[in-house]
């Protein structure tokens, strides 16, 4: 997973029901836990976000998976109407502080 060191968190993406696409180093997209090829994600998220509130998607992709292939799973999200795309990565650690501590910032109030 990409690293950064500003992250916002975004607790939604662990949540069960969560809508979950990962790319991964070999170019593989999964939804959820499901192997899916791109293409097919338009009417299954369609499906997943039918009576959700909260019509948020999230990604999560390799830092070695091909920009290309993170562009297509987002340009066929977008095909599925998602406006509100969250991209999961993963904190840098500091130097010197324990795990968890380094600057974490909690999610902006809605």
Known sequence: MVK???PIAMHE???SDAVLVAVTRDGKVFLGSTVILPEDLPPKVKDLLTNK???T???KADQRARYEKVVD???NLRAAGVDQLGLLTEQ???KGKPEGEAGSTPAPAK
């Open 4 to 6: 950064t060191k500003n």
């Open 13 to 15: 993406a662990d949540k």
């Open 53 to 55: 509130l909260d019509k």
């Open 57 to 59: 998607v999230f990604v």
């Open 73 to 75: 799973v987002v340009d």
């Open 92 to 94: 840098l650690q500091e």
